[in-house]
């Protein structure tokens, strides 16, 4: 029964994992189009991060995700079962991990300083700044992870398949102190810090708003709602919640069960493929749930963007994207100085014109 049991388990994640692969990267790569190309209501410096993360999210699906469990479970001798692969794989894969985190972590603390601070917004709301503060959190993200590609090592292990015993390379985790501490510090560092600090930072930025709405009457809120700067900002920090709670709900189990198995069941003789011990069963689960937190985003943005929803119904249908002739000129109003006699006086006030009935044309 047991053995029955975890030859189904096995069978979900044969199925889960590609699945996850054949989703998710085409997911993660229109979400990236839909945000940088399409007029889906964000602030730019939210357009930057948010795009970031879709990139890491989808170099995470391909070297966690396709390269290492799919083939895991499908092939018999995947290619990273040798040097030096074995050790730039899981040095690819932490670097995307650490990146996707802390790009979620970053962005947070952002949000509430723009809010907190008039200073910070004028700092920290600049295109620049974003798309610097991003590629550093990606390089240092990889450098932090070059100690990673020693905690595995390949060696010669007895396999019986198909009732024929053989010897084939294994890249394994390596039993050392010196792993021990790496994967502990690399625990830590991708999922306890940045778990933490997005619930305070998020924590944060519900009090603030909170407390500055009760500093306005209902009208003076309404006329506040009514801004686009404010609508722009309200959409950008709904949509940042909603990608923290499912970072948070999908990425806490991993910690949990992570520090179980690295606390209690850490010696060599426990085997982690044993199914009928609950622990790793409920660790696999984590994982799958963690690993799903790569593929969610482009939901979630459909569930709380009303433009990001308005935008990817355009692009099924292939409607062009439309602008308003006032885009072009940044205002919907203009100045025109008249031509007056030259013996008028040249203090004349200039005569505003309107534009109305603007048309939408294709771009």
Not at 201 to 212: K, T
Not at 280 to 289: P, Q, R
Not at 295 to 312: A, G, H, I, P, Q
Request: hydrophobic content about 45%; some cysteine; overall charge positive.
């Amino acid at each position: 029964m047991e053995e029955a049991s975890a030859n189904i388990f096995v069978t979900v994640q044969k199925i889960y994992y590609p699945l996850l692969c054949v989703m998710g990267i085409p997911a993660n790569l229109f979400t990236f189009y839909m945000i940088c190309f399409r007029k889906c209501g964000m602030s730019d410096t939210a357009i930057i991060y948010l795009s970031c993360l879709a990139i890491v999210d989808t170099f995470y699906l391909v070297w966690v995700i396709l390269i290492d469990l799919t083939l895991t479970f499908w092939l018999l001798q995947p290619f990273w079962h040798s040097h030096p692969w074995c050790g730039i794989l899981g040095f690819l894969q932490y670097g995307s991990l650490y990146s996707s985190s802390w790009i979620v972590v970053v962005f947070t603390i952002e949000r509430y300083l723009v809010l907190r601070s008039t200073a910070a917004k004028q700092h920290f709301y600049q295109p620049w700044v974003t798309k610097v503060t991003c590629v550093a959190i990606v390089l240092v993200s990889h450098v932090v992870s070059v100690p990673l590609g020693w905690i595995n090592t390949v060696t010669p292990v007895n396999l019986t398949v198909d009732g024929e015993n053989m010897t084939l390379p294994r890249c394994h985790y390596r039993n050392h102190t010196y792993s021990t501490v790496i994967v502990w510090i690399t625990t830590f560092l991708s999922g306890g810090v940045p778990i933490v600090l997005v619930i305070i930072f998020n924590y944060l930025i519900g009090y603030h708003l909170c407390h500055a709405s009760n500093l306005f009457t209902k009208e003076e809120r309404r006329v506040m709602h009514g801004r686009s700067t404010r609508g722009v900002l309200r959409r950008t920090i709904l949509l940042l919640g909603t990608v923290s709670l499912a970072f948070v709900v999908l990425s806490l189990p991993r910690f949990v069960t992570y520090c179980t198995l690295r606390t209690k069941y850490n010696h060599e003789h426990f085997n982690r493929n044993d199914y009928s011990i609950p622990i790793n069963v409920a660790g696999d689960l984590a994982n799958m749930l963690q690993n799903l937190n790569s593929t969610t985003n482009f939901l979630l943005y459909c569930m709380v963007s009303r433009c990001f929803r308005r935008e990817l119904v355009q692009v099924v249908i292939c409607k062009p994207k439309a602008l308003k002739l006032s885009s072009v000129i940044t205002h919907t109003t203009m100045k025109v100085f008249s031509v007056v006699d030259h013996k008028a006086s040249p203090s004349r006030e200039p005569v505003t014109v309107v534009l109305t009935n603007l048309k939408l044309i294709a771009e």
